[in-house]
């Protein structure tokens, strides 16, 4: 494929409504525009070139284009899953080291200030350590027992 250059146009600024100015203040602004204008190209012709030099580099130029690009394979992070049977360590299904919660029950009446109480939800939440590891051994129970 050919690159285009992409066409730049520059109009001239009018003073004073199109009128025409003296002869020394025109000189000056058609060096002005000249000026713009061959910066504007240059700055185009910087950016072509760069193109050119990274399609090179890419091989999609003559013999470098019959060359078949490796695609990269996406790593899905998938949560593992146990094998039939057991061969993988619970500890490595759960990496964030939280498991499965089961099943929570309500206090019944009587006890039923351990949920109003803040001091008693203050002391469940330090238990959440002792809790976690009763829960991984439950979750070791129900993988040995579906065998």
């Known amino acids: ?9 520059v109009a001239p600024v ?6 025409e100015s003296s002869s020394s203040s025109k000189g000056k602004e058609e060096e ?7 910066k504007k190209l240059e700055i185009t012709e910087d950016a072509v070139e760069e193109n050119e030099e990274d399609a090179e580099e890419d091989g999609s130029k ?3 284009s019959t060359k078949k690009k490796k695609k990269k394979k996406s790593k899905s992070k998938k949560k593992p ?31 039923l200030w351990r949920t109003t ?13 002792i ?4 829960r991984q051994a439950a979750e070791v129970h129900r993988q040995v027992e579906n065998m």
Not at 14 to 19: D, L, Q
Not at 117 to 129: D, Q, V
């Open 32 to 38: 002005q525009l000249e000026s713009e204008l061959s």
């Open 131 to 134: 809790y976690n590891s009763v």
């Open 14 to 19: 009018m003073e004073n409504g199109g009128a």
């Open 81 to 111: 899953q146990q094998t039939d049977p057991p061969t993988i360590p619970v500890v490595k299904l759960f990496p964030s080291g939280e498991f499965p919660e089961g099943e929570i029950q309500q206090y019944k009446d009587d006890s």
């Open 1 to 9: 494929m050919a690159s285009e250059s992409p066409e730049v146009v």
């Open 117 to 129: 109480s803040e001091e008693k939800r203050e002391l469940e939440r330090l238990e959440k350590p």
């Open 62 to 64: 003559g013999e470098t």
